[in-house]
């Protein structure tokens, strides 16, 4: 098993992968499963799993496919990386490791990731917490043009969408990362130290082909597979979450991000939204790892 900085990443078949995770705390304790983001890996949980784990959680933390030390049974599965299949990854690990409901929480795609599970499978999610709200989204609906400087936010993926964004990514993924981190999270000073602990995830064989299908996936650039079309076809009502739910948000979130007045009608069960405060970004759960750890302790409570 490979060590972190937090604990021995262990590695699982689940569904169409061997997944690499950490499992920390005692395994009859409430199952919290962290989801991370594009440009970042488990290393954002680094402090809010073994806080948990000390206050009697199971916190298993998975490195998206793409990611770290998950790879693909077989070469000839599609390198997909829509989020029905994304999502369908969650729960096929929450199988293989035994755990039939946790608070599912994250941010970016581990966010949307949540959000996904609660909504198709919410007897496999107690509660929920999501940074930056509902992120549900469809083909259709992201064919609708914003106003140009919201279309300036989302630059990376229009540079996705050709082939030169796919070769630049490749050469330059380090970099790309590095500067995403610093748009994202502009008060965030955090160290070499820590960005190369994320960065090595992304040496993963198929991080380059993941990361560019989900961007070229979501403007209708790229197909996904048919399996997935009946759960894309319900995930495109933009379905309402009825899971007991925290959304968070920093408040200098540099990434492209709703006001949270307009998502809170997505939520119909108990609901509460957190602003944090002191220059956190998109990150949050690294940025303001207490918060977070506060957040799932929170709700769990609001779950009863």
């Known amino acids: 098993m490979k060590e972190n900085a937090f604990g021995p ?56 496919r793409g990611f770290g030390t998950t790879t693909f049974l077989s070469k000839d599965t599609p390198r997909n990386a829509q989020q029905a299949a994304v999502a369908v990854d969650a729960v096929s690990l929450m199988d293989a ?18 959000n996904i599970v609660a909504v198709l499978w919410p007897q496999r999610c107690r509660a929920m917490v999501s940074v930056s709200g509902y992120l549900i989204g469809s083909q259709d609906a992201n064919k609708a043009p914003l106003p140009p400087e919201a279309e300036l936010a989302w630059w990376y993926q229009y540079y996705f969408a050709t082939e030169r964004g796919r070769a630049g990514y490749d050469k330059y993924r380090n970099e790309f990362a590095k500067l995403i981190w610093k ?21 993963n064989p198929d991080h380059v082909d993941i990361v560019i299908h989900d961007y070229r996936w979501r403007l209708g650039l790229a197909e996904g597979e048919a399996k997935y079309d009946d759960l894309e076809r319900k995930l495109a009502s933009a379905p309402v979450v009825a899971t007991p739910t925290i959304t968070l948000e920093g408040d200098a979130n540099g990434a492209p991000h709703a006001e949270p007045s307009a998502y809170a ?4 069960g108990k609901y509460v939204n957190r602003i944090i405060t002191g220059g956190v970004g998109h990150n949050l759960p690294q940025e303001a790892p207490q918060a977070f750890v506060d957040a799932i302790v929170e709700v769990n409570d609001l779950a009863g």
Do not use: C, M
């Open 9 to 64: 990443v262990k590695q699982i078949v689940a569904g169409d992968l061997n997944v690499g995770y950490v499992d920390l705390g005692s395994t009859d304790g409430q199952a919290v499963l962290l989801l991370h983001g594009w440009p970042y890996d488990i290393q954002s949980f680094a402090e809010v799993a073994p806080a948990l784990a000390s206050r009697g959680y199971r916190v298993v933390v998975p490195y998206l």
């Open 265 to 268: 009608a997505r939520f119909s």
């Open 97 to 114: 490791v035994g755990i039939e409901s946790a608070i599912v929480a994250g941010f970016d795609w581990g966010a949307r990731t949540a």
């Open 183 to 203: 748009l994202a999270s502009p008060r965030w000073e955090f160290t070499d130290r820590v960005f190369d602990a994320t960065a090595a995830s992304f040496a």
